[in-house]
């Protein structure tokens, strides 16, 4: 059986449903795959299969300690009534290009490809490898991941879920998203703070010995809804494949040719999934990361050069307001040749003194694989308004940074742009962006107002907020997230 190793250290070997039970090594590795050796994935055979067919020929490669049987029920689960499109991933030409719709499922994001399986398999995860446990899933979020967790984790047994956010971090309605959610098992805490500070608190917490061991007295087994999750990752292989299928389906290609991908990215997991599709033998020509004003990848891809010191913006595809990159030591586990030990070097640099160099030959090859570019906040406006009186299409602020970087570079190729959001998740920045907004609106004023103006559905996810009660207002300090988590679990339930 193949196993997931530590980008860390070799020693380290896990099944799949371990990985996908603990989520991050305890060495604070990543886990990997070594081989995609297992036989490619025939481009032929997926041209007219479904989603779901799809999504079954991928688990199977990667999961093999779930038997077809638990792949499908678990694929069918997520799959089938949570999206509103039968595609589960539409692509839609806009103008000149292609744009891959993400944003379908129950929380409007494309966190939800992720993390309506995750849940599946975490729960097949514990009756293989940790029957009779609790699994505590501690999760960091920029804004979608926290959403789209709580739903897809929200009282399923034996499960408790914490997600926490930075404090005037997110959007008004991903926060009311949040604060929002039902369901037994859950918690939500805003933390003073930025994005990279929770997500590196949390991990942190997950090597701490001490933290540990409490948490195994209490028979509490720790795990991450994060895209460190192999569960969530695999998942988003899927959609790859299936935006190929409907360019040569729509005959925007034929069969064998090669397309570019343009992927708006924050935490690198989205177009580290577009990577993992190449290496299964998906023909993909470039893969273009585009970044907001944290460009901090832009320029890890341009010049070889990661360098977390600098100021943390915040932005209008806050999303992506991230420096430090955590995806990224997948691939970095690659284009070293699997290097162990030089992984473990690059990461405490970035760890101890903010940065580190790739030498000249791995950045040639990795700029074979990877393009890159970025959006500043006023393009990403200027945008959506152009796109959308050009093309009659409304994209979200970080679909339309994609969108700005993909008509900045040469267009060597057919592309897919990928749309991470619905427009309404981040309404006040588009109605701002086509001159929609006046100032004593609402979001849900907002909201009815563009609508009117351009006919866009509203999904009924969000529409339905402005009913719901609010269920949580916890907050706390970076240092303050440890006591919020025990006082969380010995609550009276
Ligand atoms: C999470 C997110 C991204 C970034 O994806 P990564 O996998 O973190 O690179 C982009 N856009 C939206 C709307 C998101 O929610």
New binding site residues.
């Given amino acids: 059986m193949q196993k997931f190793e530590s980008t860390r250290n070799q020693q380290i070997q896990l099944e799949p449903s371990l990985a996908i039970l603990q989520g991050l090594s305890d060495d604070g590795g990543l886990f990997v795959l070594r081989d995609f050796g297992f036989q490619k994935i025939d481009i032929s055979q997926i041209i007219n299969a479904s989603y779901l067919e799809i999504a079954q020929m991928i688990f199977k490669f990667f999961l093999e300690d779930f038997s077809e049987e638990e792949i499908r029920d678990a694929v069918h689960y997520a799959y089938e009534k949570n999206f509103k499109t039968e595609e589960v991933t539409p692509l839609v030409k806009v103008g000149e290009t292609h744009i891959l719709e993400l944003f379908h499922g129950p929380t409007s994001?494309?966190?939800d490809v992720g993390l309506t399986l995750l849940p599946q398999l975490m729960s097949l995860a514990i009756q293989k490898q940790a029957s009779g446990k609790r699994v505590l899933i501690l999760t960091a979020t920029?804004?979608?991941?926290g959403k789209a967790a709580l739903e897809g984790f929200k009282d399923v047994d034996n499960v408790e879920i914490m997600v926490f956010y930075p404090k005037g971090g997110v959007s008004a309605i991903q926060e009311l998203q949040m604060k929002t959610q039902t369901g037994k098992n859950v918690s939500i805490c805003a933390v003073e703070g930025n994005f990279d500070q929770v997500q590196s608190e949390i991990k942190r917490l997950f090597l701490e010995d001490d933290f540990k061991k409490q948490l195994a007295e209490k028979n509490i087994q720790l795990s991450s809804a994060n895209?460190i999750n192999i569960g969530r990752l695999i998942p988003q292989i899927v959609y790859y494949f299936s935006a190929y299928a409907q360019m040569v389906r729509s005959k925007a290609i034929n069969i064998g040719d090669e397309i570019d991908f343009v992927v708006?990215?924050?935490?690198?997991?989205?177009?580290l999934a577009g990577y993992y599709a190449k290496k299964l033998g998906l023909p993909i020509g470039k893969l273009i990361c585009a970044s907001n004003e944290n460009n901090v990848l832009h320029e890890f891809i341009s010049t070889g050069c990661y360098n977390r010191q600098r100021a943390f913006l915040q932005t209008n595809s806050p999303?992506?307001d991230?420096l430090i990159s955590s995806n990224l030591e997948r691939l970095l586990y690659d284009l070293s040749g699997q290097d162990h030990e030089q992984v473990k070097e690059w990461m405490a640099k970035l760890h101890d003194i903010g940065n580190y160099q790739l030498p000249q030959s791995l950045i040639e090859e990795m700029q074979q694989i990877f393009a890159s570019g970025y959006a500043s906040q006023e393009k990403t406006k200027e945008i959506i308004k152009e796109v959308y009186q050009k093309d009659n299409y409304l994209l979200?602020p970080?679909s339309a940074v994609a969108y700005k970087v993909w008509k900045d570079l040469p267009q060597e190729r057919p592309t897919v742009i990928l749309a991470?959001?619905s427009p309404y998740k981040f309404v006040q920045t588009v109605s701002d962006a086509i001159n929609q907004t006046c100032q004593l609106e609402n979001e849900f004023q907002m909201m009815e107002k563009l609508y009117e103006e351009t006919q866009v559905k509203i999904p009924e996810n969000l529409a339905s907020l402005e009913e719901l009660e609010i269920n949580h207002q916890d907050d706390t300090s970076i240092s303050g997230m440890k006591e919020f988590i025990f006082k969380r679990l010995d609550r009276e339930v």
Avoid: E, L, Q
Avoid at 264 to 271: A, R
């Fill in positions: 994001a494309f966190k920029s804004g979608d991941t895209s708006p990215t924050g935490n690198f997991g989205n177009i999303s992506m991230i979200d970080h991470t959001a």
